[in-house]
């Protein structure tokens, strides 16, 4: 089993249109979480870390459930300009910064 | 303006040549690793450096080398023992804070055999 799971995509949606992106991770010790999004032949930057009580930022909502280990992220009225590679990243180590990088989901927003 | 830079944003490599990544930071931060991702994978690391003079190594690190000897700066050498060294290679640095600190990277540099 990977450490870090992902659905690869792609997810092709029109635009305004609301998607959500799942995740799930092996270590159930794992401390910290992150969404990052990553566009074609770029580095990848990070979108949003992920608190055990829910977080949104505008459009974008990432929820942590630790009992299922289970990660999301949800894009609301998804405009064009969100087509990218969502990575979901997991700290499995506390007080030490390694991060496990999932494989990523495609996204891509149609008119 | 802050930021990690990477350099060059292309390479060439003959074989059984080394060739040298370079990674220079200005943010202060502690700690900085090398990535490296292929087409469709997520990133592998392979070594990450907490302190100065001080390395570890990732999952991939067999045909990489690092050193450390100035904060700021972080240079992964590729040498001729990797024999499939084709792929994106990205730096990262992040402070040291618990864990709980997102990192941050370089643009990357690509990397193809000749």
């Known amino acids: 089993r990977k450490e870090v799971e992902q659905d690869p995509g792609p997810f092709n949606v029109p635009e305004g249109a609301t998607v959500a992106f799942n995740c799930t991770y092996s270590?159930?010790?794992?401390?910290?979480f992150f969404w990052y999004r990553q566009d074609c032949r770029k580095e990848p930057k990070l979108l949003m870390s992920?608190?055990?009580s829910g977080n949104e930022d505008g459009r974008f909502t990432a929820q942590l459930n630790r009992a299922s280990q289970y990660i999301s992220l949800l894009i609301r009225d998804s405009k064009l300009s969100d087509s990218a590679t969502y990575l979901c990243?997991?700290?499995?180590?506390?007080?030490?910064?390694?991060?496990?990088f999932g494989a990523g989901t495609r996204l891509a927003v149609h008119p | 303006d802050g930021g990690i830079t990477q350099s060059p944003k292309y390479l060439f490599r003959k074989e059984g040549q080394n060739v040298t990544l370079s990674c220079e930071q200005n943010l202060n931060h502690d700690a900085m690793y090398w990535y490296r991702q292929d087409p469709g994978q997520g990133l592998r690391l392979i070594y990450y450096?907490?302190?100065?003079?001080?390395?570890q190594k990732g999952d991939i690190a067999e045909g990489y080398s690092v050193s450390r000897e100035k904060k700021e700066s972080f240079p992964l050498t590729v040498t001729s023992a990797q024999k499939n060294p084709t792929a994106f290679y990205l730096c990262?640095?992040?402070?040291?804070?618990?864990?709980?600190?997102?990192?941050?990277f370089g643009d990357g540099t690509r990397l193809s055999i000749l």
């Open positions: 990262a640095s992040t402070t040291l804070g618990g864990g709980n600190q997102p990192q941050h």
């Open positions: 990243v997991v700290n499995p180590f506390e007080g030490y910064n390694k991060l496990i």
């Open positions: 992920v608190y055990s």
């Open positions: 450096s907490q302190i100065v003079n001080d390395f």
């Open positions: 270590n159930s010790a794992s401390q910290s």
